[in-house]
């Protein structure tokens, strides 16, 4: 069964920063997309960021101009850099890795902005 493996979720004041990585198994390769969701409590689940191949990325409106997500194809990884937290940023965050045949959840890391 094929794991994702996400780190870097945690506990950060308001208009402060976190970085998240989500590790891919050497056996997943030529992603068609890789991205972050996240599901806040009594909401659906929701797309942060995404980069698709051959594209650039894409980014939900409400994280526009704070959240950066990067791909390292030599590691099979992806990051989400998130700046300038905020409240409603509270959720589980997600990563997601799709291909032609497959596509793969990670098992969520918790993000908690609060004073």
């Known amino acids: 069964q094929v794991q994702l493996v996400e780190s870097g979720g945690g506990l950060v004041q308001p208009g402060g920063s976190l970085r998240l990585s989500c590790d891919a198994p050497e056996s997943i390769f030529n992603f068609n997309a890789m991205g972050w969701y996240r599901q806040a409590p009594g909401k659906q689940r929701e797309l942060v960021a995404i980069v698709i191949n051959g594209g650039r990325p894409n980014y939900a409106d409400s994280v526009k101009g704070r959240f950066t997500i990067s791909r390292d194809n030599a590691k099979n990884s992806v990051h989400l850099r998130m700046n300038s937290l905020k409240p409603e940023d509270t959720g589980v965050y997600y990563c997601?890795?799709?291909?032609?045949?497959?596509?793969?959840w990670g098992q969520g890391t918790q993000v908690t902005v609060s004073s």
């Open positions: 997601n890795v799709e291909g032609d045949t497959y596509d793969y």
